[in-house]
């Protein structure tokens, strides 16, 4: 049993979006017989509705199985599943390096996407060895030695011997789990060396506490030991330890080389933070696995119970969201329009309308958001600095040196027609182009320098609109520098309704004041006095529109006394209102907060 | 007839003292008809002396012979559907009759001894500008009737006017100012001339509003006969059935022919929603009073005060009553709801 290690394969799947990740590892947990196919539900590992629904991967699931080679060997598989979407990159990296290869997925018929390189990239920093495949090789259009030469031009991995798969027909899985026999190496480490183990996710079991997933480097973990996690320093004691294969299955430790899970009565997610060291508390390892770091949200919004719907509720369904998610956070704040709600920090636009998409669906809570926000540092006149995450908070104009925003490093793929129309939604956001590059001769990645706050609005939308669907993204934060911002107020019928302030760069202002004010003119009813509707800047209106009084409210005759339909009219028209927030002496559909941040195609 | 005979029995000991013959086109009965069903409505219920009686007619199709008639047989009021004195605006509405036809049917009710006559003019009507509404309401008021209602055109679905105005785009309504304007204006002018805007869309000489008019908005019962009619008796309000198979069918089996779908059995809070909408139509608004020998219950137990504030200008209050302003008959709907 000494070289136990020589038949454990750890490894991740990377694909982007719809290049059928899900999909092939439903074909290979089928194909090492770990589930019959009759209990096989759709795409195995996506087990969240959302997930399902959205066919992206959120929460990560790591499932052991077990392949019998034509080597005559059993191996044990240990397959360890990505997070697919931008937001989430620092999960994804820590999920990579808890393996010692990736087998890369790419889409025969479409090739390379940014968010591929992306992933590729956070696994070559973590020195895996990468296995390419082709996928969706079935289908008319695939393109496979075309798309072996360009993961070879773009990513320089070998892709000649690529296996050609059809996750969906499962067509060329053997030869694939061959290779991961073959290509991905066995991990090293030492069972008797002193507890190195890294957490890469964890979730929270209602009987179990908090469950860590863990890759151990070194060392053995038990039942009863007491483990101390470095970063955040905590101590607890170990109540079991197994291996998901699929469902959670018990074993008497957990050795250098496994994967598997460590259960010691945590109470949520954010004391088991993904990154951590897990070692023994009194003989720890020397020093914890590097790359640990502790997400920060990057993106802030408020959301508050909609008409009708109690604070306790929505209070209560945050608390139950957190325990599951340490990139989630959130506060008590109170709006003057709004009343008593939260801010809460995401680490992006997607998480956030997963959260609240949660909430409505999950939790069957009727929430109003208010726009998005980035963080912006405020310096201030005498040197001190604040960060700035809610509009409202920003410190009175005179008390303020400087604001800096967040800026990215935006990499956007797309394919060349498409490049003219990138350019110029980046140029329109404040992008600057720092080069251009042709993957091939069809394919160009563009990067580009841009302000957070504006890729959080609406330029996914506009990517995907303006690039047929075709473009992809990935960005990640580089640093804050010195911008000027400035807060725009929307002003109801002269009054101030904080819940739609949001801060933008002075060259948008104009634009995105009158964007506002006619989106508003739209969506807010007629009331029996006209409704002026200003976007303004400090006392300076900048944009504005009126919504007309209520006139024609129909003096009919109330032919032959049908009194029942008439009370049936004023009862629709009653319940129309419903769904309206009050700001002062005007109404608000609830739609306005999230229609004001829509990417109009027409503008 | 039969339905007469048949619905009668629940009302034996209850006052008649309004009758309104209308819904369609009456005057296209013949005349003997009219008065064989005011006859027996005369034979089945307790019909007052000074009853309010009714009949809604279209100027193209009444005549001397009709009108004599009808005075015989005890009618002492004429609704006439004149819409407009605007030939354009008749024609864009699709109706028979000319503006000639509507002077002519007037002076023939009064020359044959029709004193308590009611006009109704239309605006709000596509390609109808406000002069034209304006001539229609002057030569209305020229004319002189006892009661003059007004209303703004209600397109419905369905309607040969809907497909035109929203479908096909044919036509294109007066914009909302402007229907606006239509009614004000309307209302001043009846105002200057002595007539009471006793009702959101109806103005009268003094002592002539419509007892009829007045019934719907009053809490009143009121007894529908015929097809679709609707009812308000002991607390339920319902509908006839509006298949005329279902009907005749009804009538030959001698049971009455109601709709039982249509039954409606509202709360007390309802009705109580029921009273005060309708009592806004009336000029002399909710009377509380009646609110209370009614229900039992003061009205501001029931309501805010607040709306008051809320709707500032646009429904008043004073001491024994709450009505709505010219401004708030504007937008009597979204205040009616506040009450629903």
Redesign the interface.
Known sequence: MKDYKKYIRNFSIIAHIDHGKSTLADRIIEKTGLVSEREMREQFLDNMDLERERGITIKLQTTRLVFKSQDGNEYIFNLIDTPGHVDFTYEVSRSLAACEGAVLVVDATQGVEAQTLANVYLAMNEDLEITPVLNKIDLPSARPDEIKQEIEDVIGVDAQDAPLVSAKEGIGIEELLEKIVTEIPAPEGDENDKLKALIFDSYYDNYKGVVIYTRIFDGTVKKGDMIQLMNTGKKYEVTEVGVYSPGPVETKSLRAGEVGYICASIKQVADARVGDTITIADDPTDEPLPGYKKVQPMVYCGIYPAEGEKYENVKDALEKLQVNDAAFHFEPETSTALGFGFRCGFLGLLHMEIIVERLEREFDLAVVTTSPSVIYKVVLTDGTVEMVQNPSNLPEQTLIDHIEEPMVKADIMVPKEYVGNIMEICQDRRGRMIHMEYITENRVNLHYDMPLNEVIYDFFDALKSKTRGYGSLDYEFTRYEPSKVVKLDILLNKDMVDAFSMIVHESKAYSRGRFVCSKLKEIIPMHQFEVPIQASIGQKVIARETVRAYRKDVIAKCYGGDISRKKKLLEKQKEGKKRMRQFGTVEVPQEAFTAVLKYDDNK | MKEIRIRAADWRDKKVDSIYIG?GTPSLLSEWDIGKILDTIREEFNVTEDAEITIEVNPATVSDEKLIRYLRKGINRLSIGVQSFDNHVLNVLGRIHTKNDAFYCYQRAMKLGFKNINIDIMF?IPQQNMKMWKDTVRQAIFLRPTHI????L?VEEGTEMFKKVYVDELLELPA??T??EM?HTALRMMRTAGYEHYE??NGALPGYSSRHNM??WSYDE?L?LGL?????AGGV?F?NCESMYEYVQAIKEGVAPIDTA?V?KYTLR?EM??FA??GL?KAEGIDFKRFEEVFGMDFFDVYDIELVNK?KG?LLYKQDRLFLSEDG??????I???F?
């Open positions: 819904g709000g209602s007004l209303y703004s209600q909302e100012e229907d606006r009614y959101i869309s019934k719907y009121y529908g679709g009619a609707s009812s308000f309000r509908k249509s409606e309802e929603g029921i909408f309708t139509r709707y646009k008959m504007d937008i009597s709907n979204k009616m709801a506040e629903i």
